[in-house]
């Protein structure tokens, strides 16, 4: 998926004299499956109340963003040549990877944790827009399907990058739009919308256009980033748009999405130029760099296997939300199970990839 000059660079002799990839990057997608997982753990495992749970609400912010900028940013391929053929190949390398290994571990969620009979249950799934949970690579596969057709016609331009921005905006407008029925009308509530996940696309992918954007002027954006101003700016930001979404308020009912949204992109870029910043804690020659790059290249298998790996522990959850705010406790507990749980979901992922067959069609890896 990323390979491009711009984001990789040569390595060392004696090294395999091939292209590098930029391990702060893996490393941060690693530290947002993290997040993922702990989110998961501390609602389903722990019973917390997102509405009383210090970390559940913030988690939400800048979790899912991260990874579809990620997604976006490695997307952009500069030197990639659009016709009918490389079209086809990728999409059909994109439903290998993304459809059918969701599927096959959706169906053995319901039949190993589901508490109701299966044709039962995976009509449930199929009717919601987050597939019991499973949403994620048919949103991203979608993602990817429309990215696929603007970069064919940014081509088709002599490579400009106005029809990313115009994606881009039109993307926003219509994440806006689902929070505003007011002004932008009820569009949105139908059952395609939802049958179809189209619904939670619309929520992110202004996200993924973004991380394609940032990737296109990546030498511009990293000026911008080592810039004195640009951090304390983007960190203030944050601070007030999170004072407003969790205590203030000040915005009507119908205008609450503005801070929100405001928080989300600030929270997402502070991590991104912390990474960056940081980027020589975050290679394979640390303990903490490895750790992460492991787990950002095993994402996939991770997050098709959790949810079937995920612990209950409803004594948890009554004991944190009694004892809130506790943003620091609530944290731990959740990122200490989740690290378990990762770490069951790569031996698990590793046993089936003794079979060549699963591993080309459980994690689209040849």
Same mark, same amino acid.
């Given at each position: 998926? *990323?390979?491009?000059?711009?984001?990789?660079k040569?390595?060392?002799?004696?090294?395999g004299?091939?292209p590098?990839?930029?391990?702060?990057?893996?490393?941060?997608r690693?530290?947002?499956?993290?997040?993922?997982?702990?989110?998961?753990?501390?609602?389903?495992g722990?019973?917390?109340?997102?509405k009383?749970?210090?970390?559940?609400?913030f988690?939400?912010?800048?979790?899912?963003p991260?990874?579809?900028?990620?997604?976006?940013?490695?997307a952009?391929?500069?030197?990639?040549?659009?016709?009918? *053929?490389?079209?086809?190949?990728?999409?059909?390398?994109?439903?290998?990877?993304? !459809?059918?290994?969701?599927?096959?571990?959706?169906?053995?969620?319901?039949i190993l944790?589901?508490k109701?009979?299966?044709?039962?249950?995976?009509?449930k799934?199929?009717?919601?827009?987050t597939?019991?949970?499973?949403?994620?690579?048919?949103?991203?596969?979608?993602?990817?399907?429309?990215?696929?057709?603007?970069?064919?016609i940014?081509?088709?331009?002599k &490579?400009?990058h106005i029809?990313?921005?115009?994606?881009?905006?039109v993307?926003?407008?219509?994440?806006?739009?689902?929070?505003l029925?007011?002004?932008?009308?009820?569009?949105?509530? &139908?059952d395609?919308m939802?049958?179809?996940?189209l619904?939670?696309?619309?929520?992110?992918?202004?996200?993924?256009?973004?991380g394609?954007?940032?990737?296109?002027?990546?030498k511009?954006?990293?000026?911008?980033f080592d810039?004195?101003?640009?951090?304390?700016?983007?960190a203030?930001?944050?601070f007030?748009s999170c004072?407003?979404?969790?205590?203030?308020?000040?915005?009507?009912m119908?205008?609450? &999405?503005?801070?929100k949204?405001?928080?989300?992109?600030?929270?997402?870029?502070?991590?991104?130029?912390f990474?960056?910043?940081?980027k020589d804690?975050?290679?394979?020659?640390?303990r903490v760099?490895?750790?992460?790059?492991?787990?950002?290249?095993?994402?996939?298998?991770?997050?098709?296997?959790?949810f079937?790996?995920?612990?209950?522990?409803?004594?948890?959850?009554?004991?944190?939300?009694?004892?809130?705010?506790?943003f620091v406790?609530?944290?731990v507990?959740a990122?200490s !199970?989740a690290?378990?749980?990762? *770490?069951?979901?790569?031996?698990?992922? &590793?046993?089936l990839?003794?079979?060549?067959?699963?591993?080309?069609?459980?994690?689209?890896?040849?």
């Amino acid at each position: 998926m *990323a390979g491009t000059d711009s984001i990789y660079k040569p390595s060392p002799r004696g090294v395999g004299g091939g292209p590098s990839r930029m391990e702060w990057l893996d490393a941060l997608r690693g530290f947002t499956m993290i997040l993922v997982v702990s989110y998961h753990v501390a609602q389903m495992g722990f019973g917390q109340s997102e509405k009383i749970s210090a970390s559940l609400p913030f988690l939400v912010l800048f979790r899912m963003p991260l990874f579809f900028f990620v997604s976006g940013f490695l997307a952009y391929k500069s030197k990639w040549i659009w016709n009918a *053929a490389s079209f086809a190949s990728l999409t059909w390398k994109k439903i290998k990877v993304q !459809v059918i290994p969701a599927l096959v571990f959706l169906c053995a969620y319901i039949i190993l944790r589901w508490k109701m009979p299966f044709c039962d249950g995976f009509l449930k799934a199929m009717v919601s827009p987050t597939k019991g949970g499973y949403w994620f690579t048919w949103v991203l596969l979608q993602m990817f399907l429309i990215y696929y057709v603007v970069a064919w016609i940014s081509q088709k331009l002599k &490579n400009s990058h106005i029809p990313i921005w115009i994606l881009w905006a039109v993307c926003l407008f219509g994440y806006l739009s689902l929070y505003l029925p007011k002004e932008f009308g009820k569009w949105y509530k &139908n059952d395609f919308m939802m049958y179809s996940s189209l619904y939670e696309t619309f929520k992110f992918m202004h996200f993924f256009v973004m991380g394609n954007l940032v990737h296109r002027y990546w030498k511009g954006f990293q000026r911008l980033f080592d810039t004195k101003w640009f951090f304390p700016l983007v960190a203030i930001i944050a601070f007030f748009s999170c004072a407003d979404i969790f205590k203030w308020h000040l915005m009507k009912m119908e205008w609450t &999405n503005v801070p929100k949204t405001l928080a989300m992109y600030t929270l997402m870029f502070m991590v991104i130029m912390f990474f960056r910043h940081y980027k020589d804690n975050f290679t394979k020659e640390t303990r903490v760099g490895k750790g992460l790059q492991y787990i950002g290249v095993r994402t996939l298998d991770i997050y098709l296997l959790h949810f079937i790996l995920m612990p209950k522990l409803p004594m948890v959850g009554p004991w944190l939300n009694e004892y809130h705010p506790n943003f620091v406790v609530d944290i731990v507990c959740a990122v200490s !199970v989740a690290l378990i749980v990762i *770490a069951f979901c790569c031996l698990v992922s &590793n046993i089936l990839r003794v079979s060549p067959l699963f591993k080309e069609y459980l994690f689209g890896r040849k």
